[in-house]
């Protein structure tokens, strides 16, 4: 049974934030490392790569598991994973090679399991619904659940319920388009000047796309 916290205790109450820098901390803001984030994209829109990124920044914080459900361990993963140099992260990281939510939960419940875990994506993610995604969240509640969706074609929206509830809930939102990410963040602090601003993927990609849509 949940309980009453009082007005004192509220504001009295301390959280702990990650120390973002540099792009990092004008796109997200200082966020908490638990609860949920969403990020949606079309494909080849360098969602991939920016999930990659995101994964080998979060390393530096807490120890990360990217579960590859769309392509599991596979050349054209290896090749992403090298172009982002992940190698730098070390043992922070891991690939979780197409595990579904039954092996997924049976892991973090171990000592010493990964405190962040991306889930690339929830379309290839087998009788995952509300209530599922509820019961993931409050079983681990120290954890940073960081789901991938995919697009529905040229709207900008996240495809499926699924994808559209998780994005309504999520801490975090990004959507990614021609090599940039655009984000909606509940730790944007704008008179600081954190959070809220477009994270570039790739510079000339991005240029080329954007420049291309003006001339539409």
Sequence with gaps: MSRAISNMNVLAAQFEVADFDGPYLASFGRPELRGSWFIWGGSGSGKTTFTLMLCKYLSKFKRTAYDS??????????????RVGMAEAGNNIVLLNKEELPELRTRLAKRKSPDII???SIQYLDKFYKDQYKKL???????LFI???QEKTGSGEPAG?????IRYDADIKIHVEGFKAFF??????SDKGEGGADFIIWQEGAEAYWLNQIKK
Excluded at 137 to 143: E, G, T
Excluded at 161 to 165: E, F, N, P
Excluded at 184 to 189: A, P, S, V
């Design 118 to 120: 991306v889930i690339d």
């Design 69 to 82: 459900l769309e392509q599991g361990l596979s050349l054209s993963l290896q090749k992403a994973w090298e």
């Design 147 to 149: 789901f991938i969706g």
């Design 137 to 143: 969240k409050n079983d681990f509640p120290d954890k």
């Design 161 to 165: 319920t699924m994808g559209v509830h």
């Design 184 to 189: 909606t963040t509940r730790y944007e602090d």
